[in-house]
């Protein structure tokens, strides 16, 4: 369900909810932050009296919050209109261009994926490795094996790509932390191993990874730079280790913290370049309270909303110990990948490691939740906040289902 389809469908829904709970005071689309809405105890993504009216799904007891994922969602292979195989959505998933276009679609924060170079510069990438052709014998090198200008000369100054290896650069021309030059990437074209839009499988080769509205691989600084206070940051700490590794070594944890940490500390305590970005979100309705005064430099830096998130435990406790600001929540496929680490292998162990740990909440697959809807109850007992990913987030039903039970955020694919 793309975020204009849901905006259209709130009415009906919010009539729904209005027939169904007569004598409960019902809830409406009011401004505030993303997670405002979601009955937190307190607003994970500190305080605010932003004007920001949230796209919500109407639910029996709470506004559930919508994030991007990776911006405007994971790039899918699709058949488009002329029956050839393209890439869904068009903005390359992961980039400035993509998350300002989530923005501007009406989403309330985006996630995305932050690795570390070998230099030490925390970018913006989700997965392990960078392919580059030919698909029948590529090249894998990973990130924490490339410095930041191998990386943008791996790709591309712009990383985009057009059929025989040439590029463009950048359209949007946002300033993503790479470099300007041109020439063609001397890895060839770059290739992904892809999922398909329709049937969710994994395909069985690599492909081009053409994207029609493409960015630069952008470093974390410079979408802090980029995009305005009042969207939200689930910032993934993408980790590498296998899963035949029950404990991170401590090492590869400070390596990637070490250099993570400093940027969004500096850069959450500055004012964005981008406050003067057109908000998707000031509401117009009648009920909405008035605008605050104009932002100071000083005020816009509060607005920025942070958490972060990892599938790795050891992660997880360590962004606790070595910083109080940004809350921190357990990523957990509970059971659905299969792991060493007792803790990412069910529902069980992610509740209890997370209530351990003292982290804020739990992210797990919409799937999983959707068949164990119990679990959102037992994430509440153990003051627990629940949010979900996955492609069955593009589904207005599962949305409703996760709202009515209490879920407080879910991170979508389908944007727009």
Known sequence: MHLPQLQQHTPSLWSIASRKLACNRPLTARSGSLVAHCAFASSAFGNSSSPVKPIVVMG?????????????????TTVKTDGKLGVYPAFRENTIQSFQQAAKCGVGFVEFDVQVTRDNVPVIWHDDDVVTGPADHPSKPQIKDLTLAELQTLCGSSGRYQPGGSHEGRGSGSDSGGSSSGGDPPGGELMRLFRDRVTRQWGSGYLPWRCDQDDAIPTLEAVFASMPPEIGFDIEIK??????????????????????????????????????????????????????????????ARRRRIIFSSFDPDVCVELRRRQEEHPVYYLSGCGLYAHADARRTSIPAALSFAAETGMRGIVVPASVLLRNMDMVVSASRSQLELMTYGLENNDLDSLRAQADAGVVAAIVDEVA
């Open 60 to 76: 029996r007891y709470t506004n559930m919050m919508l994030g991007g994922h990776r911006g405007m969602g994971e790039n899918l």
């Open 239 to 300: 980790m590498t280790t296998g899963d035949d590794v029950v404990h991170t070594p401590s090492q590869e944890v400070d390596r990637m913290l070490g250099a993570i940490l400093p940027v969004v500390h500096r850069c959450s305590s500055l004012p964005s370049s981008s406050s003067s970005f057109p908000s998707a979100f000031t509401s117009s309705s009648p009920a909405a309270p008035l605008p605050p005064p104009p932002l100071t430099p000083q005020s816009a």
